[in-house]
C-alpha cells in the first residue's frame, strides 16, 4: 500500500510538470521576434510622413525597426533597396516610368494601370512587392507666387509657357532630380514648349519641396516659382499656386509601400497590416498632414503616431 501511495504521488508530481509547460509555457518564455527590418524614405516631407507611419505600425505589430527615413533622393534610395541595404520604403507609382524606361506611355497617366504596370514589373524584374497605393496624386508640379501669378494672369502651365517665351523673370527653385528626370522638367519643357537656361534654375539638394517654397515664398536669390508636389501642405500658407497641368503631362503618383521579395515572404501580413493605413491617406488627408510637418514644424513622426492613433491603427 505505501508503494503504491508513492508510486501515485510521483505520478502526479509529473502529470503537473507536464500540464504546466504544455498550457502556456514558463515566464521565461518570449514571444518570437520578427525583424530586424529596416525601412526607409526620400529626403521630403511627405516620404518622412509615410516612413514614420510604416514604422510606428510595424513596431505595433510587434516588428523589430531600424529608422533609415529621409536616407536620399529616389536613384539612391531605389539601389538601396535593390541592393538589400534597406527592406522597405514608400515610393510613387508614376516613377515606375522611370524606372523601367517607359516615359513614353501613356498608360502612367492612369492610377489603376500605372500601378498594375509597376506592380508586375518590379515583382517579375527586381521581386520588389508593391502594396496598395494612397488613392492621392501626389504629381510634380510648378508653383507661382500668388502676388505673380495675379499681375501675369499665371493659371495654367500654358501661360507659364507664354511667360518664358516673351522673356518674362524667371527663376524656378527645384531639385536635381526634377531637372534631369525625363518625367519631371524636361516633359513639361517638351510639351509646353518652353526651355529654361540654368540661371533660371536654382537646384537644391534633395527632393524637399518645403525647401523649395520656402525660397519661393521669401524671395531667395530671386526665386519667383517653385517645384510642388500635389499633397503639399505648405502652398496657401506661403501664399504659392500651382500651375494647372492642362495637357495632362504629369503621370499619376500614387503613393504606396515597397518591400523586398525576401522580406514579404518572410512576414506575408505586412500587406494586411500597411494596406488600411495607406488606404485611407487621400489627397485632403495628406495635404493636412503635411502641413502640420512643414507649416506647424511639428515632428514627422508624432505626426504620424498620432495620425494612426485617431484613426485606431494603434
Known amino acids: 500500500m505505501q508503494k503504491f501511495l508513492k508510486y501515485s504521488i510521483i505520478m502526479l508530481i509529473m502529470l503537473i510538470l507536464i500540464s504546466g509547460c504544455s498550457s502556456g509555457g514558463t515566464a521565461n518564455e518570449t514571444p518570437q521576434e520578427k525583424g530586424p527590418i529596416i525601412v526607409a524614405s526620400k529626403i521630403d516631407t511627405e516620404g518622412a510622413l509615410l516612413g514614420q507611419m510604416i514604422i510606428a505600425i510595424l513596431k505595433d505589430k510587434g516588428f523589430d525597426i531600424v529608422d533609415k527615413t529621409e536616407f536620399g533622393p529616389t536613384d539612391v534610395i531605389r539601389k538601396a533597396l535593390l541592393s538589400g541595404e534597406i527592406d522597405i520604403y514608400p515610393d510613387y507609382t508614376g516613377n515606375g516610368a522611370f524606372f523601367f524606361d517607359d516615359t513614353d506611355s501613356e ?27 494612397a488613392p492621392a496624386n501626389n504629381t510634380w508640379a510648378i508653383a507661382a507666387r500668388e502676388d505673380l501669378a495675379e499681375a501675369e494672369n499665371l493659371a495654367t502651365m500654358d501661360d507659364f509657357a507664354a511667360y518664358v517665351n516673351r522673356g518674362g523673370n524667371v527663376k524656378l527653385a527645384c531639385s536635381e532630380e526634377f531637372i534631369s528626370s525625363p518625367a519631371a522638367l524636361p516633359a513639361f519643357q517638351k510639351t509646353y514648349g518652353f526651355e529654361l537656361i540654368n540661371d533660371q534654375l536654382l537646384s537644391l539638394s534633395g ?10 515664398a521669401e524671395k531667395t536669390d530671386g526665386v ?91
Open 207 to 216: 527632393g524637399n519641396t518645403v525647401q523649395t517654397e520656402k525660397a519661393a
Open 107 to 133: 498608360l502612367w497617366k492612369d492610377a489603376e494601370q500605372g500601378y498594375e504596370t509597376v506592380r508586375e514589373n518590379d515583382l517579375e524584374k527586381n521581386d520588389v512587392v508593391w502594396l496598395e497605393p
Open 224 to 314: 519667383n516659382f517653385a517645384m510642388a508636389y500635389g499633397t503639399d501642405g505648405a502652398l496657401a500658407a506661403l501664399g504659392l499656386f500651382i500651375l494647372e497641368d492642362t495637357r495632362g503631362v504629369q503621370p499619376v503618383y500614387q503613393p504606396a509601400p515597397l518591400v523586398r521579395g525576401k522580406i514579404y515572404d518572410q512576414y506575408p501580413e505586412i500587406s494586411d497590416i500597411l494596406n488600411p493605413v495607406f488606404e485611407s491617406l487621400d489627397l485632403t488627408t495628406l495635404q493636412t498632414l503635411n502641413a502640420k510637418i512643414a507649416i506647424e514644424g511639428q515632428q514627422a513622426s508624432t505626426v504620424a503616431k498620432d495620425y494612426l492613433t485617431s484613426k485606431g491603427f494603434l
